[in-house]
């Protein structure tokens, strides 16, 4: 009897060592999962070319803390302005999963990387031919990030204990100025002042040389206006005196699309985490920025119905802020700007602000790792906040608790009954 039972003891104890081994590595996995922080962007990030030149942008990411093995891009452009020409993998990653495609302003590609990739480095290269000369900057911009409820037509990257999570939690697109080569605008300026300028000088030169010959005939004299009438184009210089006022009330008139709502320009809050709202163009391109210690940089997009809203990721320390928004139309490739300065108070608590500030603290140790291009600030407002959050759920599983509990129970009912075989 004490035979078996310490041979069904040291079974139990081969069992739950590798076990215990397993199940501790495991719950340590689970803590090192990282939370989303990628980032996608362009270099450069503006450019100006001629028309019928090449432009060629390189779709970067940032993975930060993320590791990443393999991106979905899906990147957008004005087909009036741009032709897409190529889209080929980027060195740094070395599998091609799905073939590019470009097509009617829109271009995909999808690429691997076998062993993973962290840092920065290039996902793709895309090269366009310009077409025609823009009014203002055009944006290549990568589509909306995939999401729960967004599956298809959208941008994503998939990286190592992430379960399948979207690891990007931001774009930024290149703007793109194409212009005329020769500067054809710069002569008609000069020509449009140049015209009135001779138009009086001629005016009086002709109208006293013809008109002392009909004064003799104190009846032609009624015709002299006649030609002075003709020679009244100084009517000219009270055109110019015209637009001067027509433009005046017209831009009173015009409604900006792009608007602040809230938090209102001038206002005060003490709410660290203001909501943040305001309108733009339907389904248009939004990019924010809020300057504070560490810049907030982020890029969204509009509703349909052209109503946007940003959820802050991080506390407001008190102090006075200016939120800048620039919305892009999808349709016209117009851009607005608006912007809104407001001041966030102390709470008045005995310790609310002492308490917050430790969350700043991760914010200038992130910033290095996004240094590499203009979406840096923004990854390391966004990383070490949405890691804080993701940790708790992850480590507060208590499955691998419980069956250690049971495992030790074993162990002890064992001891017991070894020790009371004993005394037997």
């Known amino acids: 009897m004490k035979k078996a039972l310490f041979i069904i003891l040291f079974i139990l104890i081969l069992i739950a060592i590798p076990a215990t081994v397993f199940l501790v590595k495991q719950r340590q996995d689970l803590r090192q999962r990282a939370a989303p922080a990628s980032r996608v962007y362009f270099e450069p990030s503006s450019i100006t070319k001629n028309v019928n030149e090449n432009i060629t942008l390189n779709a970067m990411i940032n993975t930060d803390v993320n590791i990443v093995q393999a991106v979905q891009l899906r990147i957008t452009y004005n087909s009036t302005n741009l032709e897409g020409l190529t889209l080929t993998k980027g060195a740094d990653f070395d599998e091609e999963l799905l073939a590019p495609t470009i097509s009617n302003g829109v271009a995909t590609i999808t690429v691997g990387s076998s062993t993973g990739f962290t840092g920065t480095g290039v996902i793709g290269v895309i090269t366009f031919k310009a077409l025609a000369e823009t009014a203002s900057p055009i944006q290549v911009a990568y589509s909306i990030l995939c999401d729960d409820t967004v599956t298809d037509n959208c941008t994503q990257a998939a990286a190592k204990k992430e379960g399948g999570t979207n690891v990007l939690i931001g774009t930024e697109p290149a703007l793109i100025t194409i212009t005329q080569p020769g500067g054809s605008p710069s002569p008609s300026p000069s020509a449009s002042p140049g015209g009135p300028t001779p138009t009086p000088s001629a005016s009086p030169s002709g109208g006293p040389s013809a008109t002392p010959q009909p004064s003799p005939s104190g009846t032609v004299a009624s015709t002299s206006p006649s030609p002075s009438s003709s020679t009244l184009t100084p009517s000219p210089s009270s055109t110019p ?28 809050t003490s709410n660290k985490r203001p909501g943040i709202d305001g309108t733009s163009f339907k389904n248009a391109l939004i990019i924010l920025t809020i300057n ?41 490739d117009k851009l607005e700007n608006a912007s809104s300065t407001f001041t966030v108070t102390s709470s008045g608590g005995t310790g609310g602000t002492a308490v917050a500030s430790p969350t700043a603290t991760p914010h200038p140790t992130a910033t290095p790792v996004s240094g590499g291009g203009t979406t840096g600030t923004s990854t390391a407002n966004a990383s070490p906040v949405v890691a804080s959050q993701g940790a708790v759920p992850i480590t507060g599983s208590v499955t691998p608790t419980f069956i250690l509990f049971i495992i030790a129970s074993g162990l002890i009912f064992l001891g017991f009954a070894t020790t009371l075989g004993k005394k037997e």
Not at 251 to 263: E, F, G, K, N, W
Not at 297 to 302: E, G, H, L, Q
């Open 241 to 268: 005196g015209g637009p001067t006022p027509t433009p005046s009330p017209s831009p009173s008139t015009t409604t900006l699309a792009t608007t602040i709502i809230h938090p209102a320009n001038g206002s005060s």
């Open 292 to 332: 504070s210690a560490t810049p907030i940089n982020d890029t969204f997009y509009a509703n349909a119905s052209g109503i946007w809203s940003y959820a802050l990721r991080v506390d407001l320390q008190p102090g006075t802020y200016t939120i800048s928004v620039t919305g892009n139309d999808p349709v016209t």
